[in-house]
């Protein structure tokens, strides 16, 4: 029996913003199990160091954070890449306000095993401009 032709699925790379590191080593495992390239970032000025470096098909960013919050970076990151999918995290929904507004999508830290893959699959899915999945 012929062996069917695989063809090479492309790497998708994520961007991976949070304070706390074991939040971010769990993250990043789990979206690695899934076949992502997962690079991560302990804040969001480092998060803007990477992404002036490198490419990333979606970011994902925790709101929550010392020095710039996930709204401030944000701000920043739709500025140097502008074309660059958002995900917000966060487990202060109310708290939030106009950073809602900025982020292509949002998904509350008690939903992230359930709403994390959708949300990355539809920005891989669609053509490349905003998309709303809140």
């Keep these: 029996m012929p062996i069917p032709h695989l063809e090479a699925q492309p790497q998708v790379a994520l961007l991976c913003i949070d304070?706390?590191?074991?939040v971010l080593e769990c993250e990043k495992a789990f979206l690695e199990t899934f076949g992502y390239t997962v690079t991560t970032a302990s804040s969001g000025r480092k998060g803007l160091e990477l992404a002036g470096l490198h490419s990333f098909d979606v970011?994902?960013?925790?709101?929550?954070m010392p020095?710039?919050?996930?709204?401030?970076?944000?701000?920043?990151?739709?500025?140097?890449?502008p074309r660059t999918p958002i995900i917000l995290l966060s487990g202060m929904v109310d708290a939030l306000g106009q950073a809602l507004k900025a982020v292509d999508a949002f998904v509350a830290k008690d939903r992230l095993a359930?709403?994390?893959?959708?949300a990355i699959?539809?920005?891989?899915?669609?053509?490349?401009?905003?998309?709303?999945?809140?």
């Design 19 to 22: 304070d706390d590191p074991d």
């Design 59 to 64: 970011v994902i960013v925790d709101y929550c």
């Design 67 to 81: 020095e710039m919050n996930g709204g401030e970076f944000v701000i920043a990151m739709k500025q140097l890449r």
């Design 114 to 118: 359930t709403q994390l893959l959708p």
């Design 121 to 134: 699959a539809l920005f891989r899915a669609e053509p490349r401009f905003t998309v709303s999945a809140r």
